[in-house]
């Protein structure tokens, strides 16, 4: 202990143990120099690159994904409401639609003003859109009641793990490779990760068997394990599951009584297939086999930050329980009203998402427009950087199938991996700090989802637009591989 | 335990017991109730009353208080920048000003678009905005390296507890009455709440000896106390400290290696009086005594939900950190970066709160108008409020100093008491009940921030316009007073 830290009350060796083991690799070491190169790059230095490519976050609109514009000129109205007294103006001279106006109306009536708290589960009448899109969605019922909007996807995550984590030996079963959000969550709240590995072989599918071995091993170790973290589409693989894969994870949660916490929010990423909602398949089961499936506890979370929505920085995010009981739920209420409630703005996007521009309004053909755009776009980069890693030696990728993601495996040579080693690095950190240094390209190294064992990958957003980036990439594997052969 | 819980993963039985803990009245079992009569109002029920007064939060948009005009016409630019293509339009149609414009664009020109993550401790030219309004404030330098912006200053409290707490045994110094983020945040984190008593007698000021005194007794059980909250100006209670008052509780925190977490969010709004940083007073006596106070830690929090701005839902506020030791920021860092970022609509709220329109600027006029209207119209419904209380029977009430709040006392008659007890509730809490079935006025009662033991209070809010509201209070308490004589 140094002299300075005993001086103060506060130093790395007396803080919160769990914050330290907490691990965040999309905003680690790599993401931090990387922005140490963008700022040199803005003073004017000469770097081997000429821009910063952050492929690391799923961060649509800093690569210049342009915001869908419905979305965004009814946000400026409920900001200044007093531009509704001019809808001529609106509508002669800033081509705003009717249908904007009288959304932005109508959001104004359900939350007063967007500088006002909300309830704490976030306004009613935003609740029973969600609620109604779920049942158009899945075409069973809803109850706004049990809707929690919240700041972004991951602020849900943390009050349901808050409320799950009951002691140091309660276990959540997360999939591995996944977002770390999981993982570090748990390390915050001093519980136990008990991992479950996905299938590369399968496209990054789930094996139920894996995750019934998983299972028992953490029950063996005297683990309570009380709940199961699907992430569909997946993050960081991009997997999309298939109806068997999620009724058989149904199946398993009901026998063991586990609650389901779906991460659903890359639900409109899906390029190859299509996307089947827990809810929709525990409501299907529920139909098929009456009685057996009506415990199942399931948390399914959505996002505007994803999808064509790409609002990451408006921190709106919403939850839906089925089969909760009503006194967990009070908790979880209690739990939410200590931070009183989410961003109003991202409620109003929130309501939008669920609720776009339908055929017929005037601001459909528009919405309809951008949306397409940028679900082709996003298509687009992604098959053609599966096909870019697909003619590099020693990688390998899985189908494009959905999320913002690709996740090769590479096979780092043996003179790399020791060289790693004596840098103190894992060979996939040492991988992508030595893409970042030549390319300017900032991915997160797999080690940082975590992974199998022996085994090296990294994770890309297809968000940065043109291919001249993926290009450098190629060039320095390449480079790369002859170094170390 | 129910038959229904058993059949699933949790029940009130095996949730987190932390959660369970925790105790959060501004939203607790009144406001639930309160929000049953609005609803029922609104079906048109009668009820004893016509409306129902949320002055149970200070919440100030729900409550008519119109938002300040730049602000609002600001944000409605960064959430549609297509807008700034029709700057004629917009200031000869639409009555926007030439500052609102080019704030638009720097603001643009800092975060690249409102819908995308920024650095997890903020976009640095917000910061940078920040350090200099705490450089102008206070007359010393302040580093934007040490500036966090945080969904509110709700959650840079959760997240300097999170990082404070290390083991059960940790303990806070936190002032009774308290707001009561404080105390849920510490039972949810398993720590301590080391309670000190505020004086009501000296206008609900801190009183030195009584802080040193539960120090004392808090150490004697063991406890490992690290930290110390002020609020200032004070919530429940409104109070404003002295400078005298501050420079004690430095030199202790300094004496005993405490972090002070300085609670500054109502820092405008002060009716008698002026406002001291905790800042501006250490940072004076480290130059009065020079080597004495450097290792001192303060994190001090501002919000834009409170003052004049009032904008709760936007969700932005930011914390100041000083002589933190680097490896402790860096975790820091690492802790919000789990969440990304807060909302980047309420960053830009945040850089106008600290950069509004100065004298000279067009906008400045309507800007000063609107705020000094609102900081008027406060003080004087805190006067007539307070004026009311003095008139009741039973109930005392300090002077009017600041924040948003009153918090008198009552002396409820023991009759009431008994009944209070017959129906387990305390007596405050059996009063605010009355209260709100009688008049529609939602306040919170003292058990809900603590007090002394045997004395009764509660707050309000004085933010609800009119004063017709405080005459049912006041035709309420009398009957109460005659019923239980």
């Known amino acids: 202990m140094s002299v300075t830290s005993q001086l103060r009350s506060l130093s790395i060796n007396n803080i919160n143990p769990n914050v330290k083991k907490a691990e965040y690799a999309v905003r680690g070491e790599l993401a931090v120099r990387s922005e140490e190169y963008r700022a040199r790059l803005a003073r004017g230095e000469k770097?081997?690159?000429?821009?910063?490519?952050?492929?690391?976050?799923?961060?649509?609109?800093?690569?210049?994904?342009?915001?869908?514009?419905?979305?965004?000129?009814?946000?400026?109205?409920?900001?200044?409401?007093?531009?509704?007294?001019?809808?001529?103006?609106?509508?002669?001279?800033?081509?705003?639609?009717?249908?904007?106006?009288?959304?932005?109306?109508?959001?104004?009536?359900?939350?007063?003003?967007?500088?006002?708290?909300?309830?704490?589960?976030?306004?009613?009448?935003?609740?029973q859109s969600v609620a109604r899109f779920i049942e158009r969605r899945d075409g069973f019922p809803a109850n706004p009641a049990d809707v929690y909007l919240c700041a972004g996807a991951s602020s849900g995550v943390n009050t349901l793990l808050n409320i799950i984590c009951q002691t140091p030996m309660t276990g959540v079963l997360v999939p591995i490779p996944q977002y770390p959000l999981y993982t570090a969550t748990l390390a915050v709240l001093n519980a136990k990760c008990v991992p479950y590995y996905l299938e590369e072989s399968k496209n990054w599918g789930t094996d139920i068997n894996e995750i019934k071995e998983s299972y028992k091993k953490a029950k063996d170790e005297?683990?309570?394990?009380?709940?199961?973290?699907?992430?569909?589409?997946?993050?960081?693989?991009?997997?999309?599951?298939?109806?068997?894969?999620?009724?058989?994870?149904?199946?398993?949660?009901?026998?063991?009584?586990?609650?389901?916490?779906?991460?659903?929010?890359?639900?409109?990423?899906?390029?190859?297939?299509?996307?089947?909602?827990?809810?929709?398949?525990?409501?299907?089961?529920?139909k098929e086999y009456p009685g057996k499936y009506d415990r199942v506890e399931l948390a399914s979370l959505h996002s505007t930050s994803k999808g064509m929505v790409g609002e990451c920085g408006h921190r709106a995010g919403y939850f839906e329980l089925v089969g909760f009981d009503k006194?967990?739920?009070?908790?979880?209420?209690?739990?939410?009203?200590?931070?009183?409630?989410?961003?109003?703005?991202?409620?109003?996007?929130?309501?939008?998402?669920?609720?776009?521009?339908?055929?017929g309004d005037e601001s459909y053909e528009l919405y309809k427009k951008e949306y397409d755009a940028i679900f082709q776009s996003l298509r687009d980069r992604a098959?053609?950087?599966?096909?870019?890693?697909?003619?590099?030696?020693?990688?390998?990728?899985?189908?494009?199938?959905?999320?913002?993601?690709?996740?090769?495996?590479?096979?780092?040579?043996?003179?790399?991996?020791?060289?790693?080693?004596?840098?103190?690095?894992?060979?996939?950190?040492?991988?992508?700090?030595?893409?970042?240094?030549?390319t300017g390209v900032?991915?997160?190294?797999?080690?940082?989802?975590?992974?199998?064992?022996?085994?090296?990958?990294?994770?890309?957003?297809?968000?940065?637009?043109?291919?001249?980036?993926?290009?450098?990439?190629?060039?320095?594997?390449?480079?790369?591989?002859?170094?170390?052969?």
Chains 1, 2 share one sequence.
Not at 63 to 86: A, C, G, N
Not at 222 to 236: E, L, Q, S
Request: with cysteine; aromatic share 10%.
């Open 327 to 359: 006194a967990v739920q009070e908790q979880i209420y209690k739990f939410v009203s200590i931070m009183l409630c989410s961003p109003l703005v991202g409620q109003c996007l929130i309501e939008m998402m669920v609720n776009p521009p339908m055929e």
């Open 47 to 127: 770097l081997p690159f000429d821009k910063v490519i952050s492929a690391n976050i799923g961060n649509p609109q800093q690569l210049d994904q342009k915001p869908i514009t419905f979305f965004r000129q009814v946000l400026s109205l409920v900001e200044y409401p007093q531009l509704l007294d001019h809808g001529d103006v609106l509508v002669k001279n800033l081509g705003y639609k009717s249908d904007v106006i009288s959304r932005a109306r109508s959001l104004l009536k359900m939350v007063g003003s967007v500088g006002a708290y909300s309830h704490s589960a976030g306004t009613l009448g935003i609740r």
């Open 442 to 485: 900032c991915v997160v190294p797999g080690t940082g989802f975590r992974q199998r064992p022996d085994t090296q990958h990294f994770r890309t957003t297809f968000l940065a637009p043109g291919t001249e980036w993926v290009g450098r990439v190629k060039k320095f594997h390449k480079e790369f591989m002859d170094e170390f052969r």
């Open 383 to 438: 098959t053609a950087l599966h096909g870019a890693f697909k003619e590099m030696e020693g990688v390998e990728c899985q189908d494009p199938q959905g999320a913002m993601y690709l996740f090769p495996s590479i096979h780092v040579p043996p003179k790399a991996v020791a060289q790693a080693q004596a840098e103190n690095r894992s060979p996939d950190e040492f991988y992508a700090l030595r893409l970042l240094d030549a």
């Open 222 to 286: 005297g683990i309570d394990v009380r709940a199961i973290v699907i992430i569909n589409p997946g993050n960081p693989t991009g997997a999309s599951l298939s109806p068997e894969d999620i009724r058989a994870v149904i199946e398993f949660a009901a026998q063991e009584k586990l609650v389901i916490m779906a991460d659903e929010v890359y639900q409109t990423n899906v390029f190859i297939g299509k996307f089947y909602s827990f809810k929709g398949v525990l409501r299907t089961l529920q």
